[in-house]
């Protein structure tokens, strides 16, 4: 599976950015599809997953300001991402978890989108 992300950007304290997450090839299911961040000299920190069915968790120094979405007939997964900080700023990535053609479970990522948030 190929993931790839668009929608970053350059964006002013308190602003939104929307970000998308396109699968692409061939598989039984996707299951679990997650947006994790990067920023430098940090650690990669997870920010939001959703389940195929719909369920939802996030990370706490984003709860309440990010919305995560996915559409299965479209094989996307989205991340709406309101009153953002400059801490928000990170290379965000893309992440699958995939049943492959032959029975396996791999994970997938994207190549990642640079989000910026000046002050």
């Known amino acids: 599976v190929q993931l790839v992300e668009s929608g970053g950007g350059l964006v002013q304290a308190g602003g939104s950015l929307s970000l998308s997450c396109a699968a692409s090839?061939?598989?039984?299911?996707?299951?679990?599809m997650h947006w994790y961040r990067q920023a430098p000299g940090k650690q990669r920190e997870l920010v939001a997953t959703?389940?195929?069915?719909?369920?939802?968790n996030y990370g706490d120094s984003v709860k309440g300001r990010f919305t995560i979405s996915r559409d299965n007939a479209k094989n996307t997964v989205s991340l709406q991402m309101n009153a953002l900080k400059p801490e928000d700023t990170a290379v965000y990535l893309c992440?699958?978890?995939?049943?492959?053609?032959?029975?396996?479970?791999?994970?997938?990522w994207g190549q990642g989108t640079q989000v910026t948030v000046s002050s």
């Open positions: 090839g061939s598989w039984i299911s996707i299951n679990d």
């Open positions: 959703i389940t195929r069915g719909g369920s939802t």
């Open positions: 992440h699958a978890d995939v049943l492959s053609l032959a029975s396996r479970n791999y994970d997938s």
